[in-house]
């Protein structure tokens, strides 16, 4: 069974009213990055961020998987299909993928802010001041922040690097180190881009179809294409 790997960016939750952070209407307008979505911004002001999770978890849990998320799930009748998402949001998983990886966390989530490995589903939208793990630690977001680390980003790149088809949903390829992802995959595969605007980093990815449409349009075509 050939392989195929899905890499996904905003784009294809923007069309379950998920706001992007880079578009224009984008939520980096309304908010500056420094203040909610960075190790330091946590440590002095735990309430504004915790709020500012709290409103995008809210937000997650009422948007519901789009006809994108749907039509990727139909390529598992036919291949080993392997999500790699930088999106915190969970709708690829509720939409019935069974395989997703996310690079930067999940909203959905929070952990122990003295051990990583303690994570723990969050019940509803909220996670609370006081809130804490076993080892009596506050909870915070489970989110890869602005100078952290990206803990799955090796375990991508070798998802990236056994991939038979590769796909690009979504993204502006311009997060680093997630749109290194894409030189992973091997040269000679084939790779569609799909994306509405161009992409100016697309230049320096072999052998790539590029479509130019939003996700649901570009990935419901795609997909019957790949089923014939």
Not at 32 to 52: C, G, H, S, Y
Not at 156 to 167: E, P, R, S
Not at 171 to 180: D, E, K, R
């Amino acid at each position: 069974m050939k392989k195929i790997v899905v890499f996904t960016g905003a784009g294809i939750s923007a069309e379950s009213g998920i706001k992007t952070f880079r578009d224009s209407g984008g939520l980096w307008e309304q908010y500056d990055i420094q203040e909610v979505a960075t190790p330091e911004a946590w440590e002095r002001n735990k309430p504004l961020v915790m709020e500012f999770y709290n409103q995008r978890r809210k937000q997650v849990i009422d948007a519901k998987p789009n006809a994108a998320h749907k039509a990727l799930v139909k390529l598992e009748k036919k291949f080993d299909v392997q999500v790699i998402t930088q999106n915190i949001d969970d709708l690829h998983e509720r939409a019935g993928s069974s395989k997703v990886l996310h690079l930067h966390g999940e909203i959905r989530k929070s952990r122990s802010s003295l051990d990583p490995s303690l994570t723990y589903p969050i019940k509803g939208w909220q996670l609370q001041l006081g809130d804490k793990c076993e080892r009596g630690a506050q909870l915070r977001p489970h989110i890869v922040w602005f100078g952290e680390t990206v803990p799955n980003m090796e375990l991508g790149y070798q998802l990236a690097a056994a991939a038979d088809i590769f796909l690009i949903i979504g993204t502006s390829l311009n997060v680093y180190p997630a749109a290194g992802l894409v030189e992973y995959a091997p040269t000679e595969i084939p790779k569609y881009l799909i994306d509405p605007s161009a992409v100016n980093n697309s230049m320096f990815i072999q052998n790539v179809h590029l479509i130019k449409e939003n996700a649901v349009k570009g990935v419901v075509e795609l997909v019957e294409k790949l089923l014939q």
